[in-house]
């Protein structure tokens, strides 16, 4: 099992970056895929997540209406687009996958997790 995120990087406060998350080695279709990140010196933050059975969606209160999830069955792949970003959107973020259910309130229903991909937003 296999999830790989790119797309990090520096950017401006209020531009856009698309992460995308990678995933290999299971079935997607059966697996909710969620992002989390971390800034330092804080606990992980569940951001959004997406059931890739029936494309769910759920959003934290902090990027509701900036972020927007989605995925690509073809590619076995989801992106995470983040619009009208903030400094304190700052942070290593990491995707990952549950079997069991699409959460963002609780990362230890996830079973695998990518290695993380840094977003660094300048004011």
């Known amino acids: 099992v296999q999830l790989v995120e790119s797309g990090g990087g520096l950017v401006q406060a209020g531009g856009s970056l698309r992460l995308s998350c990678a995933a290999s080695?299971?079935?997607?279709?059966?697996?909710?895929i969620g992002w989390f990140r971390q800034a330092p010196g804080k606990e992980r933050e569940g951001v959004s997540c997406i059931t890739n059975s029936d494309g769910s969606t759920y959003y934290g209160d902090s990027v509701k209406g900036r972020f927007t999830i989605s995925n690509d069955y073809a590619k076995n792949t989801v992106y995470l687009q983040m619009n009208s970003l903030k400094p304190e959107d700052t942070a290593v973020y990491y995707c990952?996958?549950?079997?069991?259910?699409?959460?963002?309130?609780?990362?230890?229903?996830?079973?695998?997790w990518g290695q993380g991909t840094q977003v660094t937003v300048s004011s």
């Open positions: 990952a996958a549950s079997r069991i259910i699409c959460t963002v309130g609780d990362e230890t229903w996830y079973d695998y």
């Open positions: 080695g299971f079935t997607f279709d059966d697996y909710g």
